[in-house]
């Protein structure tokens, strides 16, 4: 009895088999999970720190450009107006000039330039302001060089309208001392005589009918002038009708000379040598046609000045 019970007491008792894997595989899937969640987040953070700091820099070399272009247009200012500063004082400014083109290149290009770039940039910034400080200097020693020509100019202007005012005193002088001998040597018409002269030759003083005048003869002598030059001069005569009106024929020896800077027309003229012996001239006129009636005026010229005068009239 004893014996089956043991017997089954020992067949009762439950056996121990080992846990199943099956935990640790999940455990192990859920840490390389988590790892390779972790490796990404971390992963995902340096490359937005990254984006964040090209941006950064980025922006900030952008912002440096504008700046360092804004500076340039200032400069080109300055350039300017210091260009119009030297020209005024007579320096020379082409190299401010050639500074100002290669600005206005600059200032043209495209807006966008690397961090090295920017910096030659800024080199060249800093240059021109070199320039434009010495251009200050040199503007300063122009402006005294200037000054004292001008103080120099001021002096020598004084003295020259001085000087100035002598010679002018003396050509005034001068000129009036030639417009009255001009005056005393112009010539001069006497004895003026006016008469018609028929187809027999005979002669008639004035009024005088157109039957009468073939021909009008005017002679008159040169008066004794002292002052005047022996030389040759032209004698011209002007026939003026009751309207003002000259008789004209280029045919017949008419023309044109100057009186009072207007051109003017005479009826007839002859060369002679002046001798100074109170010489007589003669002109003969055949006008080809009848005079109108009335009364007509005769006048003597020569170098621009009348002679003498005259008049007759026709019935």
């Known amino acids: 009895m004893m014996e089956k019970t043991m017997t089954d007491s020992t067949e009762t ?3 121990y088999e080992p846990a199943p894997r099956k935990n640790n595989k999940t455990t192990i899937i859920i840490a390389l999970m988590a790892i390779i969640i972790i490796i990404q987040a971390i992963k995902i953070y ?7 700091e090209v941006l950064t820099q980025l922006t900030s070399t952008e912002q440096e450009l504008a700046s360092t272009m804004q500076r340039l247009t200032e400069i080109r200012a ?8 030297v020209q005024k004082l007579g320096g020379d400014f082409s190299d401010l000039q050639a500074a100002k083109n290669e600005i206005e290149n600059e200032l043209r290009r495209s807006k966008r330039a690397t961090g090295k770039e920017i910096k030659a940039l ?8 070199l320039l434009l400080k010495n251009k200050d200097e ?11 020509l001008l103080t120099e100019n001021t002096t020598l ?6 000087l100035g005012d002598s010679i002018n005193r003396l050509s005034q002088t001068k000129q009036e001392l030639a417009s009255k001998v001009a005056i005393a040597s112009q010539l001069k018409a006497e004895n003026v005589k006016i008469v018609a002269v028929n187809d027999k030759g005979k002669e008639r003083e004035s009024p005088f009918k157109n039957r009468q005048l073939s021909q009008l003869k005017v002679d008159f002598n040169i008066a004794e002038n002292s002052v005047a030059p022996i030389e040759g001069k032209k004698i011209m005569i002007r026939i003026i009708d009751e309207n003002g009106q000259v008789l004209f024929d280029v045919a017949r020896g008419s023309g044109t000379f100057i009186y009072n800077g207007k051109e003017e027309f005479y009826t007839a003229s002859q060369e002679i040598l002046f001798d100074n012996t109170r010489q007589r001239l003669t002109f003969l006129y055949d ?3 009848e005079y109108p009636e009335g009364k007509y005026e005769l006048e003597i010229y020569t170098d621009g000045y009348m002679m003498g005068k005259g008049q007759f009239t026709v019935k």
């Open 46 to 52: 340096l490359d937005s720190q990254e984006k964040h």
């Open 287 to 289: 006008k080809g046609s």
């Open 138 to 148: 040199e503007i300063e020693k122009l402006k005294t060089v200037n000054k004292e």
């Open 122 to 129: 800024k080199d060249r910034v800093e240059g021109y302001e």
């Open 78 to 85: 300055e350039l300017d107006q210091k260009i119009a500063e």
């Open 157 to 162: 202007k004084t003295q020259k309208n001085v």
């Open 13 to 15: 008792t439950p056996t």
